[in-house]
């Protein structure tokens, strides 16, 4: 990697796309502070240029949770140089009310706009199907 310049971008998941471990998180700041902590110093410590988060099948509820979650994320990161991508696979035309003071209070936003950037994929199951592609936005 380092002798081709190539810059690395992990993907965060939650295992077996569970509800159960993404629902923890959402409703634990600290565990929250403690990923996002952690994922900054794996960033610094093997010179990733940031993340992408892939966090899936997250329970309609917990919505609003999720943003908060994104847009902490987002605004750590922006404050450590690096870079957050949004995974808005399911989510095309969506809005979010932006509500963490580095967006901006009470603004509607579309869903994709506050990472650096974002991808929409258009496989078969996705909401413009393909048999396989993507957009980016950025």
């Given at each position: 990697?380092?002798?081709?310049n ?37 960033a ?12 899936e099948?997250?329970?309609y ?39 963490h ?38």
């Amino acid at each position: 990697i380092k002798d081709y310049n190539l810059k690395v971008m992990p993907l965060v998941v939650n295992g077996g796309f569970s509800r159960t471990i993404i629902h923890k998180l959402l409703t634990s700041p600290k565990n929250q502070d403690d990923i996002i902590t952690g994922l900054i110093y794996l960033a610094k410590k093997n010179n990733y240029i940031g993340w992408q988060y892939d966090l899936e099948n997250i329970d309609y509820q917990d919505r609003d949770l999720f943003t908060a979650f994104a847009q902490k994320t987002y605004a750590r990161f922006k404050e450590n140089n690096l870079i957050l991508i949004e995974d808005c696979a399911h989510s095309l035309g969506a809005e979010y009310l932006a509500s963490h003071q580095s967006i901006g209070e009470n603004k509607v936003k579309k869903v994709g706009t506050f990472g650096k950037a974002a991808f929409f994929s258009f496989s078969r199951d996705k909401i413009i199907s393909t048999l396989s592609g993507f957009s980016k936005i950025q």
